[in-house]
């Protein structure tokens, strides 16, 4: 064995208290590089599956479909599609990151560290961001590349990405505390955030509906956010914008917030 | 110089009336399991400290509430002086933990693992990147540095836990049953490394299983059992004061029972094979066994054999818990 005293560390800053900033930059790039790691699970499908969509439908279903508040179908289904993969992948990294963890013992492993759980929590939402964010470009890049989609409003494009990306990743890390089992997240993705996602307009404008369905798709918050989208990518449905945006900055606190509580209050993680 | 004198006074542990309870996990059926009745604990600054219990008896319980990963219901701790709960990023700090369970990760290198592990105690790559460096080697890690956890042998994967715990240098390292279902070979390493640390000045508080483990390791140890602390001391004391040995001599042509050859002892006499066979039982067998032989010979008696059997902490612990500890 090697009987060498290791090199001792100098006094730890974070022992003095303040935030640990190193600590929060350490797990946040953690998040980040892990997703990164495993990107043919994490950013090609949805890339792959929505240049299936655009491919089919622009094929097929555009030239039976008339164009929807003047722009073609397949246009107008894009920030449908782009908000569909920001949602899902944020929500999907944060859960099953921390599901996990927890199932790996990784999280009995950070909650021992001098972090506080406001720092874990907003590391895990920011990696789940970065996620959302980096599909729902390529998605938009995709559109912008192939069927030359317009951005008409290019920084409120990304403020909304991010926006939804941060509030879904937040759900996210409700959901990933509360689970216990890779069951329970497949069970809310398949039967609540899918639904809700495809009833909140992605493919077709809630116009085209009957009236009972269109007013039950207004409680849907999806729906706002994708409507929210579509106008700044294509300048369509201007009229409700701003409640688009409410709708999300609303959605996006509440959820940070009951995952930062649950967290803090160690919610099926701390005994 | 007098105020380092007065923080190595500050114990490294202080654990005041602990309490926990679990509720249980289908809440309807009720009752809740009682895992500390009131834990009194305190480990000295460089102590290596050890706490043995049966499963179930609260060590786990005790290192979750020390660390910060278990609520404790009652009770107080402090680490070096200050409160895990008010000053939990200075406590935390200063604790490197081994776990019971090995930890899996599928993602990263253990290289990689370890710089994370520094950072979330706010150390910078630039600061630990020799020490970890060190570590690897010290551990005969380096050259698998680039592997994944699940590449790595059971014992590589233990000494891996150990170098995670030791990365941002602790004052202090728990080892929750660090040589659990490993070989003897890899145990006995393991066990150099502790000596080699506590050598260093670290404390160090292990729980273990292994009684042997305790007696040869620990400067004092604790049993704990259903929640409580029941004994606390250093091994050898314990043994003195709770276990007894004995003395086995063979002997012939001489008649033992002459009371006073061998007075002041008390025995079970047999006869032997054409001899006899006497069995002291006494507190401490090294030092009865000259006053005994010399007894004897002097009386004439011939001495065929003699054998001794020490009272181990394993004894302690069963006369104290009714149980043998892995039962």
Redo the contacts between chains.
Sequence with gaps: MNTQKPESLKKLPVAEGGINWIGFRTLTLREIYRFLSVYRQTVIPGLVTSALYIIIFGLTLQRRISAIDGVSYTIYILPGLIMMNVITNAYNNTSSSILQMKLLQQMQDLLITPMSSMEISFSFIIGGAVRGVINGLLVLLLGILIIDMPVVHPIQTLLFLILVSWGFSGAGLILGIFAESWDNIATMVNFFITPLIFLGGVFYSIDMLPAFWRNLSMINPIYYVINGLRYSILDIGGSTVHLSFAVAVLMTILFTVIGVVLFQKGTRIKQ | MRSAKLESMIPAIDVRNLKKS?LPINRRAGGKTIALKGIDLTIKSGEFYGLLGPNGAGKTTTI?II?????LDEGSVSVMGKDIIS????T????G?S?Q????????TIERLL???A??????KE??S??IE??L??FGLYKKRNSKIRELSGGMKRRFQIV?A?V??PEILILDEPTAGIDVELRH?LW??LR?LHK?GKTILLTTHYIDEAELLCERVGIINEGTIVVEGKPSELIQSLGKGSIEVYLSDCDPEKEALISGFSYVLEPYDGGSRLVFSVDEPEKSLSEIIKALSSNGCHIHEVKITKSSLEDVFISLTGRAIND
């Design positions: 679990y979750g660390t910060g990963l278990v609520r000053d939990y990023r200075f935390r700090s200063k604790i933990v776990p369970e090995l930890t899996v990760d599928w993602f990263f710089y994370f592990q950072g979330y105690y706010g150390i910078r600061e630990v020799d020490r060190q570590l080697k010290k995670k030791l941002h240098d390493m150099d490394y080699q260093e």
